[in-house]
């Protein structure tokens, strides 16, 4: 018999580490993603929970720095595995095929941090790799992205200042335009939530 899994990503403490974090797109990530995961748990779907990790680098994702950990107000219950990973997408640099194959999972929702990054990766390669993938859009956090040609010692303020610095609702309309349809079906945490305690939204 098939299972569903959720799997939550990089919704870490090292992101609420830089200036941006105000600018984000979702105030409420973690109260969202929360949601999902008292629905997921009430059904009995497997819930992972993946962290980003960039060892040796001195910054906010370097584990020596103490930031590469959940949230306050995510905590996984037993049973409940948490992967380390150093790529864009969940798959590439952790064991998460092997624990989704052994729980003998056929269905993924995704939710976490970066929108149009982490989470829209793992969303293209999890539905090539056959998964039936659902992206839930406002259980997902940006934030505005420089423009390629804007120096990387450009300030924050530089950076929101300039007309060529992509928002997050350009953004995240991109990536549901990217996904809907080829990779992923893009749902609402209410749609989702509602699918899976039973109750029609």
Request: charged share 20%; hydrophobic share 40%.
């Amino acid at each position: 018999m098939s299972r569903a899994a959720l799997v939550v990503i990089d919704v870490q403490e090292s992101f609420r580490q830089r200036a941006i974090w105000a600018y984000g797109s979702n105030p409420d990530i973690v109260g969202q993603v929360d949601r999902l995961v008292a629905a997921a748990r009430e059904r009995g779907d497997l819930v992972v929970w993946v962290l980003h990790s960039e060892p040796g680098t001195g910054g906010v994702f370097d584990p020596a720095n103490g930031h590469v950990r959940l949230i306050e107000g995510l905590t996984p219950v037993d049973g409940e595995p948490t992967l380390v990973k150093t790529s864009h997408n969940a798959f590439t640099t952790t064991n998460l095929q092997q624990v989704l194959t052994l729980a003998e999972v056929s269905e993924i929702t995704v939710c976490g941090i970066r929108t149009e990054q982490c989470v829209e990766t793992t969303t293209r390669l999890g539905s090539d790799l056959g998964y039936r993938m659902t992206f839930v859009t406002d259980a997902t956090m940006t934030f505005p992205i420089p423009h390629r040609d804007l120096p990387e010692t450009a300030t924050l303020a530089e950076i929101l200042a300039d007309p060529r610095t992509l928002g997050n609702e350009e953004i995240i309309s991109r990536t549901e335009y990217a996904l809907a349809g080829r990779f992923a079906t893009v749902r609402t945490v209410d749609e989702v939530t509602g699918a899976l305690t039973g109750v029609r939204s």
